[in-house]
Nanobody, 121 residues
């Protein structure tokens, strides 16, 4: 079983910034695409960003485009979040798999444990 460890998150005021990290333990991400998702209570998990395998193309859902940046290096993928809004409050998950389909992974094989992001004044 691949261990996917997330870090970052926390509480921030509107307009603030946070960076989430996703690391795969003892597993190479070289041939994997990685997606970031978020979920609020009572709603389905939403794919918000995806970075592809071969050419590191980046995809974003409209609500975060221009504010969030996904990047990858080695066995770590980052999600840099700026200009945060209260509606960004959610539990954020990373997933490792294959094939970005816009901001969603076509195949999701491994999930991180989730991390809470709270945006409030």
């Amino acid at each position: 079983q691949v261990q996917v460890v997330q870090s970052g998150g926390g509480s921030v005021q509107p307009g603030g910034s946070l960076t989430l990290s996703c690391e795969a333990k003892d597993f190479s991400l070289e041939y994997s695409a990685i997606g970031w998702y978020r979920q609020v209570p009572g709603k389905e998990r939403e794919g918000i960003s995806c970075i592809s395998t071969t050419d590191s193309r980046k995809y974003y859902v409209a609500s975060v485009k221009g504010r969030f940046t996904i990047s990858r290096g080695g066995n770590t993928v980052l999600l840099q979040m700026t200009s945060l809004k209260p509606e960004d409050t959610a539990v954020y998950y990373c997933a490792i798999g294959y094939g970005c389909y816009d901001s969603d992974l076509h195949e999701k094989n491994y999930w991180g444990q989730g991390t809470q992001v709270t945006v409030a004044s």
